[in-house]
């Protein structure tokens, strides 16, 4: 019974370890607008940020709408997937961004990432789980 116990935390913490590192890959990589390489000048007051500021996470649930806000090193978004992530397995958690303009940033829009931020993070995910899994072996 100790081994069940030892295996089902174990699991939960790889889980939870998976999503958390996942996730906020996927916000990191989130390029923050910098006007410096746009072809066009900035807008009067423009602040960089508000793509990496509107992820946001759902647990159960997929979340209707991203937060407006600013988060030009995503500490706030990370922050809210970290609350928000269950702590065990076995509920479904989503993360949205539902920015008009994501899937053009995804699919090479910015020069700051070309490959996209989902994609790159989704081509990790089998190295972010075996690092989840030798961290909180049984």
Do not use: C
């Amino acid at each position: 019974s100790k081994f069940a116990r030892d295996a089902a935390e174990a699991h939960d913490k790889i889980t939870r370890a998976a999503t958390l590192d996942f996730f906020s890959g996927t916000i990191k990589s989130t390029p923050v607008g910098n006007p410096d390489l746009w072809q066009m000048p900035a807008p009067p007051g423009y602040v960089g940020g508000r793509a990496r500021g509107a992820w946001t996470v759902g647990v159960g649930t997929e979340p209707a709408s991203s937060p407006e806000r600013i988060d030009a090193e995503g500490a706030a978004a990370i922050a809210e997937v970290e609350a928000k992530t269950p702590q065990g397995a076995g509920q479904e958690v989503f993360m949205i961004n539902s920015l008009p303009y994501i899937e053009k940033l995804e699919f090479g829009h910015s020069k700051q990432a070309p490959a996209g931020m989902i994609r790159i993070n989704l081509a990790r995910v089998q190295r972010i789980v075996k690092a989840a899994i030798a961290k909180f072996k049984v």
